[in-house]
């Protein structure tokens, strides 16, 4: 083929290749389908932070103990005072002398029933502590006694009393220091419990 003969054909066979690659071109994208990425997010809970008021901590302040109370102090003077007395123990006029049966309040003892109660053979003196008497302390101590069938006092409990003064113990020895002729059921005697004032008083 001559020089002259490529000359000619040429542009034409440029011009055939650059339509038949175009239409390749578009015909790939006709054929072959688009690919779309897409991103898929995923749910997460959403967490929720709640706001709690927390209230304030009340202090609250103890109250102070009670005081203790002022015990008289026993003097070691050895002196006895004239113008203090003990009185007599009266037993007859005592209203609770006969109702042997302990209080309900009191301490629970067997109550036993008889006919003629337990009457004292001596008087009953007990002896006024001293603590008690630099103090001015005055009252009446109340002891619930047995007394068995031979008179014999074999146990006291004091039903009302002025501790921390002495008085109590006073009025318990001077009662289990005391003979009794002892109560009588049906003319036999028995033991009983019964309940003796013991009344501390100082002269004026």
Same mark, same amino acid.
């Given at each position: 083929?001559?020089?002259?003969?490529?000359?000619?054909?040429?542009p034409?066979?440029?011009?055939?290749?650059?339509?038949?690659?175009?239409?390749?071109?578009?015909?790939?994208?006709?054929?072959?389908?688009?690919?779309?990425?897409?991103?898929?997010?995923?749910?997460?809970?959403?967490?929720?932070?709640?706001?709690?008021?927390? &209230?304030?901590?009340?202090?609250?302040? $103890?109250?102070? /103990?009670?005081?203790? %109370?002022? !015990? #008289?102090?026993?003097?070691? @003077?050895?002196?006895?005072?004239?113008?203090?007395?003990?009185?007599?123990?009266?037993?007859?006029?005592?209203?609770?002398?006969?109702?042997?049966?302990? &209080?309900?309040?009191?301490?629970?003892? $067997?109550?036993? /029933?008889?006919?003629d %109660?337990? !009457? #004292?053979?001596?008087?009953? @003196?007990?002896?006024?502590?001293?603590?008690?008497?630099?103090?001015?302390?005055?009252?009446?101590?109340?002891?619930?006694?047995?007394?068995?069938?031979?008179?014999?006092?074999?146990?006291?409990?004091?039903?009302?009393?002025?501790?921390?003064?002495?008085?109590?113990?006073?009025?318990?020895?001077?009662?289990?220091?005391?003979?009794?002729?002892?109560?009588?059921?049906?003319?036999?005697?028995?033991?009983?419990?019964?309940?003796?004032?013991v009344?501390?008083?100082?002269?004026?």
């Amino acid at each position: 083929m001559s020089t002259n003969s490529l000359q000619h054909y040429y542009p034409i066979t440029s011009r055939m290749s650059s339509f038949i690659g175009v239409c390749l071109i578009i015909g790939l994208f006709l054929i072959f389908p688009r690919f779309i990425n897409t991103l898929i997010f995923e749910d997460h809970e959403q967490i929720i932070i709640e706001n709690i008021d927390i &209230p304030e901590t009340q202090q609250f302040e $103890r109250p102070p /103990p009670p005081a203790r %109370p002022s !015990v #008289p102090i026993e003097s070691e @003077s050895e002196d006895i005072a004239d113008d203090l007395t003990i009185e007599e123990t009266d037993l007859e006029s005592f209203e609770a002398w006969d109702a042997p049966p302990p &209080p309900p309040s009191g301490p629970q003892v $067997r109550f036993i /029933p008889y006919d003629d %109660p337990p !009457v #004292p053979m001596t008087r009953i @003196s007990p002896k006024y502590p001293e603590i008690a008497q630099e103090a001015g302390i005055e009252g009446v101590v109340i002891v619930q006694a047995f007394i068995d069938d031979k008179g014999r006092v074999k146990e006291t409990i004091v039903l009302k009393g002025i501790p921390n003064t002495g008085l109590d113990e006073a009025a318990v020895e001077a009662i289990r220091t005391t003979r009794f002729k002892p109560a009588k059921q049906r003319e036999r005697p028995v033991g009983v419990w019964i309940s003796i004032p013991v009344n501390f008083k100082l002269k004026n």
